[in-house]
């Protein structure tokens, strides 16, 4: 099975652990993923093309649409990424396969997410690279979040490539290590993870297991979560009584 997801970022909250820890929260949407096809090249390195998000198929452009068509689908999809994988991993999946979120993750396994970062525009130093800005004294009264001297004049009379200066900041590919899965709703299809996800509320990300598992434990009680015991058990223990 295959150890990559894609999900759309929903928002941040926060929940707490059995011991009373606080824990920031990113929720995540995971609708099923669909296999469009698959390709093995000669050092058993599987390929699938994966698609997510639902859409209606005469909305689709027309190559993708006889694809999505001979894969055995019947709706169309909003984006289609590719996912390598081992032949060990990838054996099982065929072309025309769903991919839930149950069959991938876990509560305590660890992710790595990977998304595009917020756009934030034309960016100054002190906002794009964290720059402190010049003195605020000195008879300076214009200068105080400007990057100041970028190089000396006549050594090496000019400016090094990658030097920090301001720019277009954002819209970059990010990828945030470390996540822990804390909770899946399967009913709702939906993920939380403990930490941040970069990207805006709506974007798609990248959902990747490390193969590492940690064990957290959120209080259900206190978050309104907790699973109820089943009405036939209660009802079994009543007969017997």
Do not use: C
């Amino acid at each position: 099975m295959l150890n990559t997801i894609f999900a759309t970022k929903v928002g941040m909250s926060q929940a707490w652990s059995e011991d009373g820890k606080r824990l920031p929260i990113t929720k995540l949407q995971v609708s099923d993923n669909v296999v469009l096809s698959r390709k093995q090249t000669q050092d058993k390195q599987i390929t699938f093309e994966i698609g997510y998000g639902h859409k209606k198929l005469k909305n689709v452009k027309k190559p993708l649409r006889e694809q999505i068509k001979k894969s055995g689908f019947s709706f169309g999809v909003k984006q289609v990424r590719g996912v390598k994988a081992v032949q060990a991993d990838g054996e099982a999946l065929a072309t025309g396969a769903t991919l839930a979120l149950t069959e991938v993750l876990t509560v305590g396994d660890v992710v790595s997410i990977q998304g595009i970062s917020k756009g934030r525009g034309f960016a100054g130093a002190i906002k794009r690279h964290g720059f402190h800005g010049g003195p605020k004294t000195h008879g300076q009264s214009d200068r105080a979040r400007a990057v100041g001297s970028i190089g000396a004049g006549t050594t090496p009379g000019r400016v090094y490539k990658g030097k920090r200066m301001p720019g277009h900041y954002g819209v970059e590919t990010k990828t945030v290590s470390g996540l822990v899965v804390v909770y899946i709703d399967e009913t709702n299809k939906q993920l939380w993870l403990n930490g941040p996800v970069p990207g805006f509320n709506s974007s798609t990300v990248k959902i990747t297991k490390t193969g590492v598992n940690k064990d957290v434990k959120l209080n259900l009680d206190l978050l309104g979560l907790a699973v109820a015991a089943p009405v036939e058990a209660e009802v079994a223990e009543e007969s017997q009584a």
